[in-house]
């Protein structure tokens, strides 16, 4: 099983700025990682896939970056709309055994 | 519009069962994998399981195999996960997830399954 890890697990940031989020794998998983965001008793959103191409209807302020074991999801200026829970998931495995990372929540600062 | 609408979800007690179902609408249901998901309180969702487009392969997390069945029905454009001998840490919201490329752009709203005595 591929164990994904993200940090922080809570990151503060205020509207306007930068937020850098992290994932790393226990192996490599290439470039086969989705971002998603999460707010409360919603499902979760895909942001994010292929490590780097934002899925449709995202805006431009969401870029992921990483291959190998080491990733970031990076949110330019950050809207009152982005604080939320945002959780990587690993498609790598085949057969299938996807799995995501425990989530880092972006709080307002 | 791609709808995912998941039904049955409730309390049961351990050792018990429980069928799920998800209806799908909007797209042509034969032609996709699908998946459940699921995320137990404060935690990162987990998959549980994935069917191929006609049925013929089915996976499972380990923690769920030989208890946990998934089906797809392409008539009714119907997927359905059967649980049997549920335990307390089963207790989460269960999602029925559309996958693309091994992701999920799609998501229902998911239905509550809690395991308790």
């Known amino acids: 099983e591929i164990v994904m890890t993200q940090s922080p697990a809570t990151l503060s940031v205020s509207p306007g700025e930068r937020a850098t989020l992290s994932c790393r794998a226990s192996q490599s998983v290439s470039s086969n990682l989705a971002w998603y965001q999460q707010k409360p008793g919603q499902a979760p959103r895909l942001l994010i896939y292929?490590?780097?191409t934002r899925a449709t209807g995202i805006p431009a302020r969401f870029s992921g970056s990483g291959s190998g074991t080491e990733f970031t999801l990076t949110i330019s200026s950050l809207q009152s709309e982005d604080f939320a829970v945002y959780y990587c998931?690993?498609?790598?495995?085949?057969?299938?055994?996807?799995?995501f990372g425990q989530g880092t929540k972006l709080e307002i600062k | 519009e791609v709808q995912l609408v998941e039904s049955g979800g409730g309390l049961v007690q351990p050792g018990g069962s429980l069928r799920l179902s998800c209806a799908a609408s909007g797209f042509s249901f034969s032609s996709y994998w699908m998946s459940w998901v699921r995320q137990a309180p404060g935690r990162g969702p987990e998959w549980v399981a994935s069917?191929?487009?006609?049925?013929?392969?089915?996976f499972y997390v380990d923690s769920v195999k030989g208890r946990f069945t998934i089906s797809k029905d392409n008539a009714k454009n119907s997927l359905s996960l059967q649980m049997n001998s549920l335990r307390v840490e089963d207790t989460a919201v269960y999602y029925c997830?559309?996958?693309?490329?091994?992701?999920?752009?799609?998501w229902g709203q998911g239905t509550l399954v809690t395991v308790s005595s």
């Open positions: 069917i191929k487009q006609d049925g013929t392969e089915k």
């Open positions: 997830a559309r996958e693309e490329n091994s992701n999920y752009r799609y």
């Open positions: 998931q690993q498609y790598k495995n085949w057969p299938p055994w996807y799995t």
């Open positions: 292929g490590s780097s």
